[in-house]
């Protein structure tokens, strides 16, 4: 059958009823993995055509980037192919399908990087399969996060609590409030917990959404991979198609200009269709150096907030998870001594207990008090000079500010004084695991009330002002290095 005896232009049918043959003629004309990515995601309407008195047929899209690209790079291919197949000049008109993810699209089983390597064969062989595989394995391709970090097992305390709020808030209604949400903060406070947490949650809410969790140096890696295979407009899909994109860790776009250049403009496609974006990064986005103004400015959109290290009671609070998860028995007086000797970072919390069972285990002695000094005196870096005490961080508090410790402790209430008084009280209770009584008494015989004043005013400043934030910080490390 010749091509013009395909269609009877006094015969008008549905363009779908069509379409399996205009694809075998672009098949013909284009690459397999190009085929795959950019025509098979294609869904013809459902109206009757006549191509020789309308010359334009309907064809909607997955989303508005892609549209964009085929317009301009594989659109042509397909209008000669429908020219050829209808024996006629017609032409195709693109939309975008109502539905994020129309029936029939291809998106998430086409990318190379989410499906097993090819040989260059099979790669090239037109009898290659093309179908999609099942829907929940093309979400556990394409999302790559980590079941078991949820809300449900972050601890939350008062250092984590605004960022705790805003990702289950966003979790609830990804895209419409806080995007992008941007969570700072040093290493190993939770700040990638709360960022799978959110991904874990969008994704049993809505498993239809694209989720996608990714480092910044695995997307700079992933984009010169996709230059270097000429696979750049299957990399641009990947990431602009998603309906969730978290971040880990940008700081590292600092100073490559490349990279940024992509995430600016992905960033852009997704934050433009309400997409939701979150960022972390150890440094809020003011305090990165060598990063573009335009993505400075564009992290800034949303919600800024940090995660600071836990105090006492969250620290114990997340021992004592742990300890619950695990089913075994650890006395409180062990929990509060590890608590009170690692104040940095959930990380070597977690690591002391590690050791600490460990060693149980191995020795089949129960864990005592008298153990863990054992098990864990080189874990803390130098515990032979005991916890911290108040009158330690009076001291490295006093001798950063040019103040004596009787002055810390006296009535006088000048603007200076008072400053690094309140430093030195919020320090003491972040650090020592004394009371808000405990710690009144030492500062002159305070009240409780004064000293939860000035632990509030302190957080509320560092939550504020990075610069302070990195002083107190120094202030902190003084005081870990005073106990080696």
């Known amino acids: 059958m010749s091509v013009t005896d395909r269609q009877s232009p006094d015969s008008p049918r549905r363009l779908d009823s069509h379409w399996p043959e205009i694809l075998d003629l672009v098949r013909q004309k284009v690459a397999q993995q190009t085929f795959n990515t950019w025509f098979l995601p294609l869904v013809p309407s459902d109206e009757e055509v006549n191509p020789v008195e309308s010359g334009v047929m309907g064809v909607t899209c997955p989303n508005h980037f892609f549209l964009d690209w085929f317009s301009e790079h594989h659109l042509g291919a397909l209008n000669e192919a ?3 197949y209808f024996a006629g000049k017609v032409g195709f008109r693109l939309s975008v399908a109502e539905s994020s993810l129309p029936a029939g699209a291809n998106i998430l089983g086409s990318f190379p990087g989410d499906a097993l390597p090819m040989d260059a064969d099979e790669a090239g062989s037109s009898e290659h399969k093309t179908s999609s595989p099942p829907p929940s394995a093309r979400l556990g391709q394409a999302i790559h996060l980590n079941p078991d970090y949820t809300f449900d097992n972050f601890v939350v305390g008062s250092g984590t609590d605004l960022a705790f709020a805003a990702a289950t808030a966003i979790a609830r209604n990804p895209g419409d409030r806080f995007n992008p949400l941007f969570v700072h903060g040093g290493v190993g406070l939770g700040k990638t917990h709360l960022m799978h947490a959110v991904g874990n949650a969008v994704a049993r809410e809505w498993p239809q959404k694209r989720i996608c969790y990714i480092t910044a140096e695995t997307f700079m890696n992933e984009l010169i991979g996709s230059i270097r295979d000429n696979r750049t407009p299957e990399f641009k899909l990947k990431y602009r198609g998603m309906d969730v994109l978290l971040v880990d860790d940008v700081a590292f776009l600092a100073g490559k200009e490349s990279t940024q250049e992509e995430f600016f403009h992905t960033f852009n496609a997704l934050y433009d269709l309400k997409k939701q974006i979150v960022l972390t990064s150890d440094r809020s986005p003011k305090e990165i150096t060598t990063l573009e103004e335009r993505l400075r400015s564009r992290f800034e959109w949303g919600l ?5 290290a836990p105090n006492l009671e969250t620290r114990m609070a997340i021992l004592r998870r742990k300890v619950e998860v695990n089913q075994i028995y650890i006395p409180d007086d062990v929990i509060a001594f590890i608590a009170e000797n690692i104040t940095d970072n959930i990380r070597r919390l977690e690591g002391a207990l590690i050791r600490l069972l460990a060693f149980a285990s191995l020795t089949g002695r129960d864990i005592s ?6 098990v864990l005196s080189s874990f803390f870096q130098g515990n032979s000079a005991g916890p911290l005490k108040i009158a330690d961080v ?20 000048t603007q200076d004084l008072a400053r690094a008084r309140q430093i030195a009280m919020y320090l003491a209770r972040e650090m020592t695991g004394a009371s808000l009584n405990q710690i009144g008494r030492s500062f002159g015989n305070r009240d409780h009330s004064t000293v939860a004043h000035a632990c509030q005013k302190i957080q ?19 005081l870990r290095e005073r106990r080696v």
Do not use: Y
């Open 304 to 308: 800024i907030t940090d995660i600071q």
């Open 82 to 84: 429908g020219s050829v």
């Open 369 to 374: 008090l008298e153990m863990a000094s054992e």
């Open 460 to 478: 509320k400043e560092m939550a504020a002002d990075p610069r302070f934030r990195g002083s107190v910080r120094d202030l902190q490390d003084r």
């Open 394 to 413: 009076m001291t490295v508090v006093g001798n950063a500010h040019e103040l004596t410790v009787d002055q810390l402790k006296s009535k006088r209430r």
